[in-house]
C-alpha cells in the first residue's frame, strides 16, 4: 500500500515537471527563426510526447523490431530522457555543431536529480538509470533499448524541424553536420549490433526505416552523402 508522504512526493514531483511545457527547443536554430516568432515552438514535454507518439506508430511498421525490444523501457525512456533539461535549458544541436556551446549531459542529469529530489529513492535512481542508459557513450551501448530511444528521439526531432523550418539549403552544411553528430552514428551503431546479433530481420527493417528518413531530408535540397 503506497504511503501518504510517497504519493505526495509523486504529486510534487509532477508539479515540478509542469514547468517542461514552457522550456522550448531549437533555440537559435536559424531555420527554425519563423516557426519559433510564430508561435510553432516545441516544449520538452511536447517532444517527449511526440518521441512516444512517433514509436507508437514505427512499432506497428516494424513488426520484427516491435517483438525484440521491450517497449514499456523505450516509451520510459523517451518520457524521461529531457527532463533535466527543465532546469537546465535544451542545448539545440546548432550550437553544439557550430561551436558555440557544449552538450553537457552532467548538467542536465544534475538538473535531473533536482528535479527528482522529493521522490522515494528507488524511484529517483530509476529515472537516473534511465538517462544514464540514454547518455552513454554511444560506443558503449549496446542495448537495444537504448539505441531505440536515442533513434526515435533523434528522427522526432528531425521531423519537427522538417515541418516548421524554412531556409534549409541556405543551412544545409549546418543540417548535415547535426545528421553526422547523431542520426546517423545512432542508426549504424543500432545496425551494428542487430548484425552481430543476427536479426537480420530487425536489420532490414532499420535500415528502411532510416533510409526512408535520409530520403525526406534529401528533398529539402540537403545532399548527404551517407548511405544506411
Same mark, same amino acid.
Given at each position: 500500500?503506497?504511503?501518504?508522504?510517497?504519493?505526495?512526493?509523486?504529486?510534487?514531483? =509532477?508539479?515540478?515537471?509542469?514547468?517542461?511545457?514552457?522550456?522550448?527547443?531549437?533555440?537559435?536554430?536559424?531555420?527554425?527563426?519563423?516557426?519559433?516568432?510564430?508561435?510553432?515552438?516545441?516544449?520538452?514535454?511536447?517532444?517527449?510526447?511526440?518521441? =512516444?507518439?512517433?514509436?507508437?506508430?514505427?512499432?506497428?511498421?516494424?513488426?520484427?523490431?516491435?517483438?525484440?525490444?521491450?517497449?514499456?523501457?523505450?516509451?520510459?525512456?523517451?518520457?524521461?530522457?529531457?527532463?533535466?533539461?527543465?532546469?537546465?535549458?535544451?542545448?539545440?544541436?546548432?550550437?553544439?555543431? @557550430?561551436?558555440?556551446?557544449?552538450?553537457?549531459?552532467?548538467?542536465?542529469?544534475?538538473?535531473?536529480?533536482?528535479?527528482?529530489?522529493?521522490?522515494?529513492?528507488?524511484?529517483?535512481?530509476?529515472?537516473?538509470?534511465? *538517462?544514464?542508459?540514454?547518455?552513454?557513450?554511444?560506443?558503449?551501448?549496446?542495448?537495444?533499448?537504448?539505441?531505440?530511444?536515442?533513434?526515435?528521439?533523434?528522427?522526432?526531432?528531425?521531423?519537427?524541424? =522538417?515541418?516548421?523550418?524554412?531556409?534549409?539549403?541556405?543551412?544545409?552544411?549546418?543540417?548535415?553536420?547535426?545528421?553526422?553528430?547523431? *542520426?546517423?552514428?545512432?542508426?549504424?551503431?543500432? =545496425?551494428?549490433?542487430?548484425?552481430?546479433?543476427?536479426?537480420?530481420?530487425?536489420?532490414?527493417?532499420?535500415? @528502411?526505416?532510416?533510409?526512408?528518413?535520409?530520403?525526406?531530408?534529401?528533398?529539402?535540397?540537403?545532399?548527404?552523402?551517407?548511405?544506411?
Amino acid at each position: 500500500m503506497p504511503r501518504k508522504e510517497a504519493l505526495d512526493s509523486v504529486y510534487a514531483f =509532477m508539479a515540478n515537471s509542469y514547468g517542461g511545457n514552457w522550456k522550448f527547443r531549437f533555440a537559435d536554430t536559424p531555420y527554425m527563426k519563423n516557426a519559433r516568432e510564430s508561435g510553432w515552438r516545441e516544449s520538452i514535454n511536447e517532444h517527449a510526447w511526440a518521441c =512516444m507518439e512517433f514509436w507508437f506508430q514505427l512499432r506497428r511498421l516494424c513488426p520484427a523490431l516491435n517483438r525484440l525490444v521491450d517497449s514499456l523501457t523505450v516509451y520510459e525512456m523517451l518520457l524521461n530522457h529531457d527532463l533535466g533539461e527543465i532546469r537546465y535549458a535544451d542545448t539545440p544541436l546548432y550550437r553544439v555543431v @557550430t561551436g558555440l556551446q557544449a552538450d553537457d549531459k552532467r548538467s542536465e542529469r544534475r538538473g535531473l536529480e533536482e528535479l527528482s529530489a522529493s521522490l522515494p529513492l528507488h524511484a529517483q535512481q530509476d529515472l537516473l538509470s534511465s *538517462f544514464d542508459a540514454f547518455e552513454s557513450e554511444l560506443a558503449d551501448i549496446d542495448v537495444l533499448e537504448a539505441l531505440v530511444s536515442k533513434w526515435v528521439d533523434n528522427m522526432q526531432g528531425n521531423h519537427f524541424a =522538417m515541418v516548421f523550418g524554412e531556409d534549409f539549403s541556405q543551412n544545409a552544411d549546418s543540417i548535415k553536420k547535426i545528421l553526422n553528430l547523431r *542520426f546517423i552514428p545512432i542508426t549504424k551503431r543500432l =545496425m551494428k549490433i542487430l548484425q552481430a546479433r543476427g536479426e537480420a530481420e530487425v536489420l532490414a527493417e532499420v535500415k @528502411t526505416v532510416a533510409a526512408h528518413h535520409l530520403d525526406r531530408v534529401r528533398t529539402l535540397g540537403i545532399t548527404i552523402d551517407s548511405t544506411i
